[in-house]
C-alpha cells in the first residue's frame, strides 16, 4: 500500500519562475493538506482541499499561490513568480474521507529559489 | 494560535525517560503529535481528543487535559529509534475533525547510547 507521493522530491527555480509541486495522495484518501516547513520551524498549514474543492486556504499567501485537487490526477500546489524566500521543504498530507483527522505525510519537495 | 511546545531540546541516554509538553492558549478539540527525523516527513504517532484521552503506542503514550488546554507525550525507556524531532499540531474549538493542524516549533530528542 504506497503511502503519500511527493514530487519532484527537489525543486531548484531561478526568481521569477513558476513552481509546481505535486501530490498523489495515499489510495482510499480523498483530503489533502499543503504544510510549508522552514529551516528549525514548525509545519505551518497552508491549505485543504478534497476533491474539486477548496475547504481552507486561509494560511495560503493571497498572492502567487495557488492549488487544486483535481477530480482526476494529484493536487498540485502552483507558486508563480517565485523569490528567495519561497525556499522551504513543502509537505503535503493525507487523511481518509470520515476520519478523525489522522493526517499521513509524503517525503516533502524541497525547493531552493536561486 | 501557535502552540507551545517544552522543552525546545532534550538529551536522554538510553532507557531514560522523557515528557514533552504541549500547550494552547485556546480551547483545544484534538491534538495530533508527530515525530520527524532529519530531512524525512513527518510521521503519525497519535491523535487524542478533547474528552481527556490517554492514548499509548509501544512505550510512548500521550494525555490530553482539556480544561488546562494541553497535552503531553511521555517516553518510557527511551530507545536510540525514538531521537528526532517532536511536534504537536492542534486543531481549535469544535473541530469535527479533519482541518488543517498547527504545529507548535517542535522538542529535539536526542538519545544517546
Known amino acids: 500500500n504506497a503511502g503519500v507521493m511527493q514530487n519532484p522530491r527537489h525543486l531548484v527555480r531561478r526568481r521569477g519562475q513558476e513552481a509546481r509541486l505535486r501530490c498523489s495522495p495515499m489510495k482510499g484518501h480523498s483530503h489533502v493538506y499543503w504544510y510549508r516547513q522552514l529551516p528549525e520551524e514548525g509545519l505551518k498549514f497552508m491549505v485543504y482541499?478534497?476533491?474539486?474543492?477548496?475547504?481552507?486556504e486561509s494560511g495560503m499567501p493571497k498572492e502567487r499561490f495557488s492549488a487544486e485537487f483535481p477530480k482526476e490526477g494529484p493536487s498540485i500546489l502552483r507558486i508563480q513568480q517565485v523569490v528567495r524566500g519561497d525556499s522551504a521543504a513543502y509537505f503535503c498530507?493525507?487523511?481518509?474521507?470520515?476520519?478523525?483527522?489522522?493526517?499521513?505525510f509524503g517525503p516533502g519537495t524541497r525547493l531552493t529559489v536561486t | 494560535q501557535q502552540p507551545v511546545q517544552s522543552p525546545q531540546a532534550v538529551i536522554l541516554r538510553e532507557g531514560e525517560d522523557a515528557v514533552i509538553n504541549c500547550s494552547s492558549s485556546k480551547a483545544l478539540y484534538s491534538v495530533h503529535w508527530y515525530r520527524q527525523k532529519h530531512g524525512e516527513a513527518p510521521v503519525f504517532l497519535m491523535i487524542?481528543?478533547?474528552?481527556?484521552e490517554q492514548k499509548g503506542h509501544e512505550k510512548i503514550s500521550a494525555s490530553f487535559n482539556e480544561k488546562k488546554q494541553q497535552s503531553s507525550l511521555y517516553l518510557t525507556a527511551s530507545q536510540l529509534s525514538y531521537s528526532g524531532t517532536y511536534f504537536c499540531g492542534t486543531e481549535i474549538g469544535s473541530g469535527g475533525g479533519a482541518d488543517g493542524l498547527t504545529f507548535g516549533k517542535g522538542t529535539h530528542l536526542i538519545i544517546q547510547p
Open positions: 498530507a493525507s487523511s481518509p474521507a470520515g476520519s478523525r483527522g489522522e493526517q499521513y
Open positions: 482541499l478534497q476533491k474539486e474543492n477548496i475547504i481552507d
Open positions: 487524542l481528543l478533547k474528552g481527556g
